[in-house]
């Protein structure tokens, strides 16, 4: 079985670019997460979908931060226009359900560097 | 506010020594607790989790942790380190907020291991 995926594994990007990551869920998992690590800090809550729907987005930085999941499958997380302070790793994990005994099984990451 | 702190940030030590991670929560719910693991070049991976009964949870490679609910601390242990346990360790409670269930993580703690 195919594990979480995400593209790309690195990306460096100008202050003020655009970059869109991606996650591939495991096949099945309709529950899909989005994290964030900061260096040096804790990985953080971004968001949540069932499917195709926003659970929870209340980890969303800002407005600048906008992520999909259209058809339930794959999801993307655009930053659009990329800061400084938006560097750092971006991890997606994928579940079966949504109680508080499902694992979450992540991804690799995403390490984004904004200069 | 629901945390999770790790007070070791850094720690070395020599093959055959004994581990002990600190772990301790905030969180007034059921708690739901796990130890994920992150080797160098690799996505997290779970190690073990406690949802309820013996406190004591035995997980891979190894490794246990115990729930103590009087001390709000879920410990990881191991009695004998390897040179290969060198890796990034995070605590996480799966806390129900915002109307979903989502992972709270410490801050991690990076374990060296000294051939």
């Known amino acids: 079985e195919a594990g979480v995926t995400q593209f790309p594994s690195h990306s460096v990007i100008e202050k003020g670019q655009t970059v869109t990551l991606r996650c591939d869920p495991i096949?099945?998992?309709?529950?899909l997460y989005w994290y964030r690590r900061v260096m040096g800090k804790e990985i953080k809550f971004l968001l949540h979908?069932?499917?195709?729907?926003?659970?929870?987005e209340s980890g969303m930085p800002n407005n600048r931060f906008l992520a999909e999941r259209t058809g339930g499958t794959y999801s993307t997380l655009k930053v659009q226009p990329a800061e400084l302070e938006d560097s750092g790793v971006y991890f997606c994990?994928?579940?079966?359900?949504?109680?508080?005994?499902?694992?979450?099984?992540f991804g690799p990451g995403t390490r984004l560097t904004v200069t | 506010a629901q945390s999770v702190s790790q007070h070791n940030h850094h720690v070395i030590l020599s093959e055959a020594a004994s581990l002990e991670l600190g772990c301790n929560y905030s969180?007034?719910?059921?708690?739901?607790l796990f130890w994920y693991v992150q080797y160098p070049g690799q996505h997290l991976q779970l190690l073990l989790k406690?949802?309820?009964?013996?406190?004591l949870v035995k997980g891979i490679k190894g490794f246990e942790a115990e729930f103590i609910k009087s001390k709000f601390s879920f410990n990881l242990r191991k009695p004998s380190v390897q040179w290969s346990d060198t890796a990034e360790y995070f605590c996480?409670?799966?806390?129900?907020?915002?109307?979903?269930?989502?992972?709270?993580f410490g801050t991690g703690t990076r374990l060296k291991v000294l051939a």
């Open positions: 969180y007034g719910g059921t708690v739901n």
């Open positions: 406690y949802f309820s009964g013996d406190p």
């Open positions: 996480a409670v799966n806390a129900r907020s915002s109307g979903t269930y989502k992972y709270i």
């Open positions: 096949s099945g998992h309709d529950n």
């Open positions: 979908f069932v499917k195709e729907s926003k659970q929870d």
């Open positions: 994990a994928s579940s079966q359900g949504q109680g508080g005994h499902y694992e979450q099984y």
